[in-house]
């Protein structure tokens, strides 16, 4: 799996099912979803994603703001809020979680998407800000097969926050071709996400 794998978190199918559609479309990958908040702490368990969209309010007995609560303590992941009216008291323990950004419905397909790729770049420089800059070297003589220089600059842009659809545009490469790219760095890093290949880069620049 190349692309970036989704939780959606949502108790309404309909618009669960359109916001699957939109990511789908646009090079994203729905790693499930789930319609109350024991359901999604379930899959970020079982199949942890590299990104949650989260419903606030949720027809159960946790929110959304306590999925993101969870997330915070043990998943690190970039995650946004999607609420309509929200009380006041909401909201502020809604901050509190540092989301990456908030969707008011109702919202369009480039509102998603403008909303994701701010969250992702956002969540990166944070996350990266006490990091060295990745270094080719350094990171090559910790593998047993290196790097080749143009999946290097792959991974750097994935490190940087960068959706599948900005990295194939700033490097003028096809999707399948950057597909490739990825799959040979994550076979070379010995991880099966995006998530797992940027922590193991940081453990590296840190070592």
Known sequence: MTGIKILIVEDEPLIAKNIGMYLNNNDYEVSAIAYDADEALQQLKRQPPD???????????????????????????PFIYLTSYSDKDTLERAKKTNPSGFIVKPFNEKTLYATIEIALSNHAAQANKHIPVLSFDKINKQL????????????????????????????????????????NAYFKLDVSSRTEAIAKLRGFMLQ
């Open 144 to 183: 047993v097969t290196p790097l080749s220089d143009r999946e290097f600059d792959v991974i750097k842009l994935m490190y940087d926050g960068k959706t599948n659809q900005q990295i194939a545009g700033e490097l003028f490469i096809a999707m399948n071709t950057l597909k490739k790219h990825i799959n």
């Open 51 to 77: 990104f949650a969209i989260l419903d606030i309010n949720l027809e159960s007995d946790k929110d959304g703001i306590q999925v993101a609560e969870y997330i915070n303590k043990n998943n690190f992941i």
